[in-house]
C-alpha cells in the first residue's frame, strides 16, 4: 500500500521559505525609525522675535543659516564658529564656489541676545561677500 508523499513514509524538504520573521523584524525597525524620525531635528534651538506683519521668503535650495544664541554662541549650521572675526573666513571658504545668485544667508538671532553681539555678526557676513542677508523671525503666538 502507497501511503504518497508526506504521509508517514518518508520524509520530504521544505522547499518555500518562510517570511513571516523577517515581516516582523521589518515592520519594527519601520515603527522605530517613525518614532525617531521627529525627533532628529537639526539645527539649534534660538527663541526667535515675533513680528505680526513678516514676510515668507521660500527658498528653493537649503539655505544658509546663521545662528546667535542666547549665550552668545555662533555657529553655522550645526558647525560652531569661535567668534564673529572668525567668521568672515568660513564663510568666504563656505561661498566661494556658488554664483552671486546662490550666496543668501540667513541670520537668525535669540531675542535675549543684545543687539551688540548680532551687528559684528552681520558685519562679518557682509564683509564676506554676502548679497543678501535675511533676519529670521516668528509670528506671535496665539
Known amino acids: 500500500m502507497d501511503v504518497g508523499p508526506g504521509r508517514g513514509g518518508g520524509r520530504s524538504a521544505l522547499s518555500q521559505i518562510n517570511v ?20 532628529m531635528e537639526q539645527g539649534v534651538d534660538v527663541n526667535l522675535p515675533e513680528v505680526e506683519n513678516g514676510q515668507s521668503l521660500s527658498a528653493t535650495k ?9 549665550n552668545g554662541r555662533i555657529s553655522i549650521g550645526r558647525t560652531q ?22 550666496k543668501d544667508v540667513f541670520l537668525e538671532a535669540d531675542r535675549d541676545v543684545p543687539y551688540g ?21 516668528q509670528e506671535p503666538k496665539p
Open 117 to 137: 553681539k548680532v551687528v559684528p555678526v552681520m558685519a562679518a557676513i557682509k564683509k564676506a561677500g554676502v548679497a543678501k542677508l535675511g533676519m529670521v523671525s
Open 62 to 70: 537649503e539655505p544658509l543659516v546663521i545662528t546667535v544664541e542666547k
Open 81 to 102: 564658529v569661535d567668534s564673529a572675526a572668525k567668521l568672515t573666513p568660513v564663510l568666504i571658504q563656505i561661498l566661494k564656489d556658488k554664483a552671486d545668485d546662490e
Open 20 to 39: 513571516t520573521p523577517f515581516v516582523d523584524v521589518m515592520l519594527v525597525l519601520l515603527i522605530i525609525f517613525m518614532v525617531t524620525a521627529p525627533m
